[in-house]
């Protein structure tokens, strides 16, 4: 039941932006959007979340259209170290479900 | 800072033998704390979640007699998987989350890789 559509895989040239796409049609109201990244064989990293409002951070931007049923995470000047699978997770901000579900998360490959 | 580590880093066991894995949260007290487990070229499965002071709550098809779980103190959560078969080998992930509103992000750690000969 997979909540986030993202697609399989992207190629990004290094230093351009890197404009990473997900579908969460099905968002609820209280249900914030979080960004992650897992580089092979480490451990997931948080990168930026949101609720409707755009976020900027050191790594990122996260722009979340109005009706918050899609969100694009931006990388401004992508490095061959952004190199990694990138998760988009819709998750309550209270109740019992607010454990982070993963899918299956965007291949971003980064070409020099 | 949310700095989560995890210990050991890679482990080989015998088949039969019972493994312990440690995750500390090192600059936050984590309320709650999770686990996960990955197999090669998959995704993130989550297997259990564990307040402190608490008894874990498992996914469905985790074995809790196989994957016992210890939350004793808010910074310390310890997975122990136990008599291994070689099935269990895996990447085992740790995740922990504060109470406080900046913590409220699970941070996880580095990983675990666990094979069982």
């Known amino acids: 039941d997979a909540k986030t559509t993202q697609p399989p895989s992207m190629d990004c040239a290094e230093g351009r932006a890197a404009n990473l796409p997900c579908n969460h049609s099905?968002?609820?109201?209280?249900?914030?959007v979080y960004w992650y990244r897992q580089i092979h064989s480490q451990g997931p990293q948080y990168i930026i979340h949101g609720l409707k409002n755009n976020e900027t951070n050191e790594m990122a931007s996260l722009i979340i259209t109005e009706d918050r049923k899609s969100s694009t995470l931006i990388l401004p000047h992508a490095t061959l170290r952004d190199t990694a699978v990138y998760y988009c997770?819709?998750?309550?901000?209270?109740?019992?479900?607010?454990?982070?579900?993963f899918g299956s998360g965007t291949q971003l490959t980064v070409l020099p | 800072g949310a700095v989560v580590s995890q210990h050991p880093s890679r482990v080989i066991c015998k088949s039969g033998t019972s493994v312990k894995i440690e995750c500390r949260s090192l600059?936050?007290?984590?309320?709650?704390m999770f686990w996960y487990r990955q197999f090669p070229k998959k995704s993130l499965m989550l297997m259990a979640t564990s307040n402190e002071g608490s008894k874990a709550t498992y996914e469905q098809g985790v074995e809790k007699d196989k994957f016992l779980i210890n939350h004793a103190s808010l910074t310390l959560s310890t997975l122990t998987v136990t008599s291994a078969h070689p099935e269990d080998s895996s990447f085992y992930i740790c995740?922990?989350?504060?109470?406080?509103?900046?913590?409220?992000?699970?941070?996880f750690g580095p990983g675990t890789r666990l094979l069982v000969l």
């Open positions: 099905t968002i609820s109201g209280n249900e914030y």
């Open positions: 600059d936050f007290q984590a309320t709650t």
């Open positions: 995740s922990a989350r504060g109470s406080a509103s900046f913590k409220e992000t699970q941070y």
């Open positions: 997770i819709v998750r309550p901000a209270t109740g019992s479900a607010r454990q982070l579900t």
